[in-house]
């Protein structure tokens, strides 16, 4: 019995052509593929940063040229800072010292006026009274710390304090109406000396008046 001729192998399958390697990325300047974007990115973050070294363009040529910038600036700013404030404040200071004291030459003739009337009225003549109402003007000027001479006057009731001289219109008689005037020159501190005697006034004048009413029960004013 005779065997059959064995059957011809099979020709082995041929190995797959070989798949064309990528074309680099025209973007990339090394031309290195796509697929190894991790390496690239090393690759290109290293010529970045050691790229600066030369140049100053990288990060740390900026970081260098930072460290060597001079430090003598700072210095100077505070110096400037305290020459502007200085420049600012004077006047400030002054402005508010010549304020205080206009304001309380101006608290001093109210009151000066105010007890000037009230002594006047309560006299029993008209000298004791014109007496009394200088010392009360006096001492209400001294309470306020003003030193200034004051200007007393009196005038009839309703009349106005502007120029008022002299006391004829304080009478002492029963229900008699009057206005004292109390003005007094206030100096500004420094206006009379150096720059300011041309830049300012070297006084303020401040006054005040006050309605005096006498009695209308009184006795009549004693013969002198």
Same mark, same amino acid.
């Given at each position: 019995?005779?065997? /059959?001729? /064995?059957? $011809? ?16 990325? /025209?973007?990339? $300047?090394?031309?290195? /593929? ?8 090393? &690759? ?42 200085? &420049? ?100 500004? $501190? ?35």
């Amino acid at each position: 019995m005779t065997r /059959p001729p /064995p059957a $011809p192998a099979a020709d082995p399958a041929p190995d797959p052509a070989p798949h064309p390697a990528p074309d680099p990325d /025209p973007r990339d $300047p090394l031309g290195i /593929p796509p697929e190894s974007g991790g390496d690239s990115q090393r &690759i290109t973050g290293a010529v970045g940063e050691g790229g600066g070294g030369e140049g100053g363009g990288g990060r740390g040529g900026r970081r260098r040229a930072g460290q060597g910038r001079p430090r003598g600036d700072e210095g100077n700013a505070a110096l400037e800072f305290v020459a502007v404030s200085v &420049i600012l404040l004077v006047p400030l200071l002054y402005l508010l010292v010549a304020v205080f004291s206009v304001q309380r030459a101006s608290f001093g003739a109210t009151q000066a006026a105010r007890e000037a009337g009230r002594a006047f009225a309560t006299a029993d003549s008209t000298g004791e009274g014109l007496r009394r109402a200088r010392a009360a003007v006096a001492l209400a000027l001294a309470d306020q710390g003003v030193t200034a001479p004051p200007v007393l006057a009196a005038v009839a009731a309703g009349a106005g304090c502007d120029g008022a001289t002299g006391t004829a219109g304080a009478r002492l008689t029963a229900g008699s109406r009057f206005t004292v005037c109390v003005t007094v020159a206030v100096p500004l $501190p420094f206006a009379d000396r150096g720059l300011l005697r041309s830049a300012v006034h070297a006084t303020v004048r401040v006054g005040a008046s006050a309605l005096v009413v006498v009695d209308s029960y009184r006795a009549e004013e004693a013969a002198p």
